[in-house]
């Protein structure tokens, strides 16, 4: 059985290594610390449990955990704007490479008519939650959002009736061709164009008062 020395002990792939464990040819026992738990980093992503990885490396359960916390830690990392756009990246270099995948397969001269349209279904949808993805992180606009910041945009900021009526008709536009599923800014909405009739409504009272006031100063002089 073969040992593998010090000095290129690290050299050789961790798939290698698996290998010449399950063929017999490599006695687990020459493993390095940090060479094992790549052996339990990879037997774990294919979903194997402690207990096997265990049996298949010749150390106890407790180890196996010890060597997995270890990997948890050492892939650990601390929430930072320049971790978040490479793992964006990462994240959609990944979408795009199964979007590409699945594009092929459901183009491909091999499989049934209902196969390649579940494959361009599921490419469809790779992009989509790319996108819905890319929204989230703020990269692409999100239109609910959107029209929601515009109606409390004009919600606090002071202009007249006449003006207030031609915004509210603008995002009411917006609502209909866009916001249709959306009740939450549908009620939003209504609340807006009560409140704009409610200032108009005070304006014309308003407005009422000073013609009195001015007919009855006229009719004192």
Same mark, same amino acid.
């Given at each position: ?67 997995? +916390? /270890?990997?948890?830690?050492?892939? %650990?990392?601390?929430?930072? =704007?320049?971790?978040?756009? &490479?793992?964006? @990246? $990462? ?37 989509? +939650? /790319?996108?819905?993805?890319?929204? %989230?992180?703020?990269?692409? =606009?999100?239109?609910?959002? &959107?029209?929601? @910041? $515009? ?71």
């Amino acid at each position: 059985m073969e040992n593998i020395t010090d000095k290129n002990q690290e050299e050789v792939p961790v798939y290698r290594v698996l290998k010449q464990i399950k063929d017999g040819t490599l006695d687990t026992k020459s493993l390095s610390s940090d060479q094992r738990q790549d052996c339990v980093e990879v037997l774990r992503m294919e979903g194997q449990s402690y207990p096997v990885i265990a049996q298949l490396l010749e150390r106890n359960e407790k180890t196996i955990k010890r060597d997995w +916390e /270890a990997i948890c830690k050492r892939n %650990s990392k601390k929430p930072s =704007p320049e971790y978040a756009l &490479r793992l964006i @990246g $990462e994240l959609i270099e990944k979408a795009n490479s199964k979007g590409d995948h699945l594009t092929r397969l459901s183009h491909s001269k091999e499989g049934s008519i209902q196969e390649k349209a579940q494959a361009e279904y599921y490419a469809w949808k790779v992009l989509q +939650e /790319a996108s819905q993805l890319l929204q %989230s992180a703020g990269y692409l =606009p999100n239109q609910p959002t &959107r029209i929601e @910041g $515009e109606v409390r945009h004009y919600q606090q900021e002071d202009r007249t009736p006449v003006q207030l009526k031609e915004e509210v008709a603008r995002i009411e536009n917006i609502v209909n061709e866009e916001g249709k599923d959306n009740p939450v800014l549908k009620a939003k909405l209504e609340n807006l164009k009560q409140k704009v009739e409610e200032m108009e409504l005070r304006k014309q009272i308003n407005d009422l008062s000073d013609q009195v006031n001015n007919e009855a100063n006229k009719e004192r002089e």
